[in-house]
């Protein structure tokens, strides 16, 4: 997918230039938010990424430029600040997502390929099928291979998310914010635990596996490979 | 010279001079005033005796004419400590007495009241006396007086004492100022060298407390317990570089060791695994950073930021319910009291964090030491007064008594938990955030194990 960076730090743009290139997307790079915003309004891209502090414009104030031009593409704003009322304020601006540096690759890359799927119909889903496992957001209710499968209502967020995002990779953070509502670092594997209680629920007695742990990344819900 | 100069301007010596001045002038007015009132007192006397002489001799002079008259003055004149009389005809010729002369206009001017006038006595040494003169029929002068030497030789016996007092004052003053002064300087002095010293870096000195409870005492207490209160600073101040140097460096050169091995290494896999493990060590600095920043920013901070109505036993039990698979993992069992709703205002995140960390710390340092007691965490979410309370026990070995307010410091880890992993900040940043919910952290003992509360004051309805 297309990427533009808007990012002023050269070296982190090169690298992350360079990363999202191997990782078979198609990166622009911006120095600065006024030619980031013009880049952004001209070209068709799947999703930004805006550093929050730029020369010439600010990020938070690109975004907000951009939303009054009526753009709609997701964006993920990248911090140093990192602070809770920061991400409160990048958020209303106008960001779909909000990273605080320093952050490791696959975070990033992770929430861009979530961030762009959001763009795609299918959004309104009420039921998500990833090989025979079935979830319906409607009755609640789940099933592999036609039998019921009981979830704690947690465990029903967890997958619902993980099954929105099949064939993505989800990293920890991503569900402690999405699943659990919290932006802190919780400093134990709390998210493990409980991906491989669900795991224990939706895998265990089935073939093959659906719930993958990426390693160094985070998990995935993949179907079985064709 | 230059010890003149420092004696002039010290305390001791001005406070003398206030003194001295201060007790002279008392002295002085003291004196003065008896002065004043024995010649008044003297004054009323002779003119007392003169006036009885008067009417004495006005009975000789009814009684027997100026026969008379001249003869009590003769009588009178010679008694030992006698009066002044003196007889005179209109133009200042004496009839009688013993006054040799005296001035005509003297004798017109003076009649009425007595007055005082200076005359020359039989031994022609110049003196004082109050005389009064009556005008007599017949042109004749009638002079009764008093010598007042008397007088003067009071005043000279009071002027006399008011010199003595006054050298005695000073010299009682000078003595002790100078003992005053010594002794006050040579403490001054102490207390000037023992800063000189501490300010030179050697924390441990104290100034002398000599035990007389004056407040030169009072003044050495609370400076020693100023410099214990550094002391203490000093220590907590050193040991936090010192945990900073240690949490820091460790993880940093585990990860140079590693990159370098990688580095060297010709196994492909080994190299990446070891890079994998540097990327860990990284996380773990940007971790322990993160942790560093939000204490800094939160004790900074001020609750009305993003405050919002949090309904406290709701968040309490949605930690929990995160937290209890881990706990489950590590064989401890969580028991959650949180009933109903116990509304709060404050920062939903930054409280579930504080509650977390409490939690994440009961399940890796609550363990209890003896391996067949299985761990159990208690949480619970109640109201005592208008605080309310969030507490976390475990029936660990508790933290002793004395390291309990240290353990709040940063980077402060006790001995026994150094080897579990952990960035040392956890409960600094409870109890910062307590602190910024206008609360604060209380450790305590469950018996066994350790009770934290954070202790959290709501608003009366």
Do not use: C
Not at chain 2, 172 to 178: D, M, Q, T
């Amino acid at each position: 997918m297309r990427i533009l960076l808007i990012e002023d730090d050269r070296e982190t743009a090169a690298y992350l230039t360079k990363a999202l290139r191997e990782a078979g997307h198609v990166p622009d790079h911006a120095g600065d938010g006024l030619t980031g915003t013009d880049m952004a309004l001209a070209g068709e891209y799947d999703v930004l990424v805006v550093d929050r502090m730029l020369p010439q414009r600010d990020g938070l104030a690109v975004v907000a430029e951009l939303r009054k031009a009526g753009a709609e593409v997701p964006v993920l704003i990248l911090s140093a600040l990192g602070r809770v009322d920061d991400r409160v304020t990048g958020l209303r601006a106008g960001g779909d997502d909000y990273l605080a540096k320093p952050f490791a690759f696959s975070e990033l890359l992770a929430r861009i390929e979530v961030l762009a799927r959001r763009r795609r119909p299918g959004e309104s889903e009420t039921a998500y099928k990833v090989g025979d496992l079935e979830l319906d957001r409607l009755s609640h209710s789940v099933t592999r291979a036609g039998k019921a499968i009981p979830l704690q209502p947690r465990e029903f967020r967890l997958l619902e998310y993980l099954m929105r995002n099949a064939e993505k990779v989800v990293t920890r953070t991503m569900l402690l914010e999405h699943v659990w509502d919290y932006h802190f670092d919780p400093q134990t594997n709390v998210i493990d635990v409980h991906v491989s209680r669900l795991r224990a629920k939706i895998d265990k007695g089935f073939s093959p596996p659906l719930l993958h742990t990426v390693r160094g990344a985070g998990y995935m819900v993949r179907g079985p490979r064709r | 010279m230059a010890r003149g100069g420092r004696i002039v301007s010290t305390t001791a010596f001005k406070l003398s001079a206030i003194y001295l001045a201060v007790f002279t002038v008392f002295a002085l007015v003291f004196v003065l005033s008896i002065n004043f009132a024995a010649n008044r007192l003297f004054n009323q006397q002779i003119s007392a005796t003169i006036a009885s002489e008067f009417s004495d001799l006005a009975i000789a002079w009814n009684e027997g004419g100026v026969v008379g008259l001249i003869n009590a003055i003769d009588g009178r004149s010679n008694r030992p400590g006698a009066s002044l009389y003196l007889l005179a005809d209109s133009n200042g010729g004496i009839v009688a007495g013993n006054v040799n002369a005296v001035a005509t206009e003297f004798l017109a001017r003076a009649v009425q009241t007595p007055a005082v006038v200076g005359y020359t006595g039989d031994d022609g040494v110049q003196r004082v006396a109050m005389v009064q003169v009556v005008r007599l029929s017949g042109g004749l002068f009638l002079l009764v007086g008093r010598d007042m030497s008397e007088r003067e030789r009071f005043a000279e016996i009071t002027r006399l004492a008011l010199i003595v007092a006054g050298v005695l004052l000073l010299g009682l003053g000078l003595v002790s100022w100078f003992f005053v002064s010594r002794r006050v300087l040579r403490r001054i002095d102490s207390i000037s060298a023992t800063t000189r010293r501490i300010m030179a870096g050697d924390l441990t000195g104290r100034l002398e407390v000599a035990g007389t409870k004056d407040e030169f005492d009072r003044l050495a207490d609370s400076l020693n317990a100023m410099l214990e209160r550094l002391e203490a600073l000093m220590r907590g101040l050193k040991e936090v570089s010192d945990n900073i140097a240690h949490d820091l460096k460790t993880p940093l050169s585990r990860m140079r060791n590693r990159l370098d091995a990688a580095l060297a290494s010709a196994d492909r896999e080994a190299g990446r695994e070891a890079m994998a493990a540097a990327i860990e060590d990284a996380d773990q600095l940007i971790e322990t950073f993160n942790a560093l920043l939000t204490i800094a920013r939160i004790e900074a901070g001020s609750t009305d930021e993003h405050a919002d109505e949090v309904d406290a036993a709701a968040m309490v039990r949605d930690i929990v319910e995160l937290y209890e698979p881990v706990a489950d993992e590590a064989g401890a069992a969580i028991v959650v009291q949180a009933e109903g709703t116990q509304p709060l205002r404050g920062n939903r995140e930054l409280l579930s964090q504080a509650v977390a960390n409490l939690i994440d710390n009961a399940i890796k340092h609550g363990r209890p030491a003896d391996p067949a007691t299985p761990p159990s965490i208690r949480v619970s979410v109640r109201r005592d007064g208008n605080d309310l309370l969030i507490a976390v026990a475990d029936n660990g070995p508790g933290i002793p008594e004395e390291e309990r307010g240290r353990v709040q410091e940063r980077f402060v880890r006790l001995e026994t938990s150094r080897s579990t992993p952990g960035t040392g900040l956890g409960l600094s940043l409870v109890a910062a955030l307590a602190k910024l919910h206008r609360g604060r952290l209380e450790l305590t003992d469950a018996g066994p194990g350790l009770l934290a509360t954070i202790r959290l004051p709501v608003a009366v309805a």
